[in-house]
């Protein structure tokens, strides 16, 4: 019987080479490797206390009771703890994040990376990290990334064990900043769970596949010798393939608002005019404005001068998960 | 030697399933076959002469001397039909469109099938429909489309003479109306000939041709059984991937602008209310809303309250070039 109260935080992460579709759906096992940094400033905080004499587990959100749907999908993950460890008993969940949710800032990926950290250690569990990181995977793919440290690689496979993640470079190896353009702030109509499952019905998705394993190289070796213009290529072409696929499923999935596409424009063309800035985009319309160091501040000017940006955000890599077991 | 004046016109077409890439650049063999109908209404119209006593070629666009890459272009097309034909001497040739040029509207096809069947008729040939469609593909791959009337496939072929385009089905067949929203006047940044050379650059490239077969089979279909559902569906899909390649070759071509994109999501959401309306885009920003017969009127009421639409031309489909021979 598990009794006992955690607390964890972790950041979203954003995708340099993105994972969009599976190769087993219900295991959560991508079908091509990813690669990713995590966001700081950007978090979730979650608090789980496993309890004996309950009927069920509970969920906080934001400070409010969460829907049912929220809850459900919690109740699958803390079921397939409880099935994967052993664990007895009920959680009393509460999580918080410090941004939007579902605006295409990575929300499911530091929420089951903080809810499956908090939950093992409230358990009195001592996991290594890359037993978390394919737990995590299990809540939510990318949840996986936003477990180790700074410059993250998630592994495919098709064993689950084998499909974690790891850090390749500590966050303070590139002070590149993601900014990010926010250009709606409504929940995205299809979430990242059922867009995965559609990423099979395109006739481009296997094509795009074997090529990530080529982009992939190229990400971690431009990443590891901090070459700009070499990841502003790759990233900016991975982007572009994941969306392709995307907008060329049955039905097709188009996540782009107009004002969306007027970045992407406008960052090509501030790239070829020497600003180290290259954009990617996930499941949703707003851009992530990958930036070297000296030109976050200029890029950041520049954005707010176009026509449909809501809000900005910058965020540089962050850590990793971190625990805290409070009793 | 031929001398002799002969007056030719032939309408634009608008792909419905589209052409992108080439197997062979040099005899513009294209890597898909695809289907199209004529664009009435608008219309290029060129009148040639040989002439005897002459230095060389000479070119009068829509008015005004040609510009030196205009007139080369039209000069590669008289030299190949002076040698795959035997015709000898220069032509005089005076050509003008009735609709912009280079914005999406694809002038280069209603150009080189008007010009082929001009030309050939002045040098004092009668060649049959079929011929005229490889030469004229030679001098624009979708010109051979622009020959015959109606609706019209072009065959994909590894041969000269295999790559041919016929009609399906008469103009009067089924009154579609292709309302063009145009959202942007200015030449196109990437011409279609580089277009096509780069379409083998992207991952994505094989697959989209290796559906094409299955589309056009569908799409063919649709149009003989006045099936407007199944037309929609086929037409944008194809469409996108067209686009889903163009935007992944490397360098990428991303042709849309922000209007473009919200025209098309505006498509979608119309058809979904019931009005029988799909888009289709060319290698420009400006939209081609396919309509069913009730429903153009309606289409281009609702083009007009979109910003960023700066013109809007209706055109149902048309027939094949017309030739007079004048002397």
């Known amino acids: 019987m598990a009794v006992g109260t955690a607390h964890a935080q972790a950041h979203p992460n954003i995708a ?4 969009w579709g599976n190769r087993d759906e219900r295991l959560r096992l991508p079908a091509n490797s990813s690669l990713s940094f995590n966001l ?3 978090q979730t905080t979650t608090q789980v206390t496993w309890i004996e004499d309950k009927s069920g587990d509970s969920l906080i959100l934001n400070g409010r009771e969460a829907r049912t749907d929220e809850l459900s999908r919690v109740i699958r993950h803390l079921d397939m703890l409880r099935s994967h460890l052993g664990i007895r008993g009920y959680a009393h969940v509460e999580s918080g994040n410090n941004f939007p949710t579902g605006t295409g800032i990575a ?3 530091s929420a089951f990376a903080a809810l499956t950290a908090a939950a093992t250690s409230a358990a009195g569990l001592h996991l290594d990290e890359r037993t978390l990181t394919t737990l995590a995977r299990l809540g939510s793919g990318s949840a996986a990334r936003s477990i180790p440290a700074g410059f993250v690689e998630w592994h495919a496979s098709d064993a689950h064990e084998d499909s974690y993640a790891e850090s390749i470079a500590p966050a303070d190896h590139w002070t590149l900043i993601d900014v990010i353009a926010i250009v709606s702030t409504s929940h995205k109509a299809v979430g990242s769970t059922a867009g995965h499952a559609s990423a099979a019905t395109s006739d481009l998705q296997n094509a795009r596949v074997a090529g990530a394993e080529r982009r992939l190289t190229q990400c971690r070796s431009a990443v ?3 070459d700009f213009a070499a990841l502003a290529e790759v990233v900016e072409e991975d982007s572009n393939l994941m969306h392709a696929v995307m907008m060329t499923s049955r039905p ?4 782009w608002l107009p004002a969306t596409l007027a970045i992407m424009a406008a960052v090509r063309r501030w790239r070829t005019e020497g600003l180290q800035v290259c954009y990617t985009l996930d499941a949703g319309p707003n851009i992530h404005c990958i930036c070297g160091p000296e030109a976050a501040a200029e890029v950041r000017n520049r954005l707010q001068s176009i026509s449909g940006v809501v809000d900005i955000r910058s965020a ?3 850590g990793g998960v971190t625990i805290e077991r409070l009793a």
Chains 1, 2 share one sequence.
């Open 16 to 19: 340099l080479i993105k994972y």
């Open 40 to 42: 700081s400033g950007l």
């Open 107 to 109: 929300s499911s990926a």
């Open 224 to 226: 590891l010798t901090r």
């Open 252 to 255: 097709p999935l188009f996540y």
């Open 316 to 318: 540089p890599p962050g």
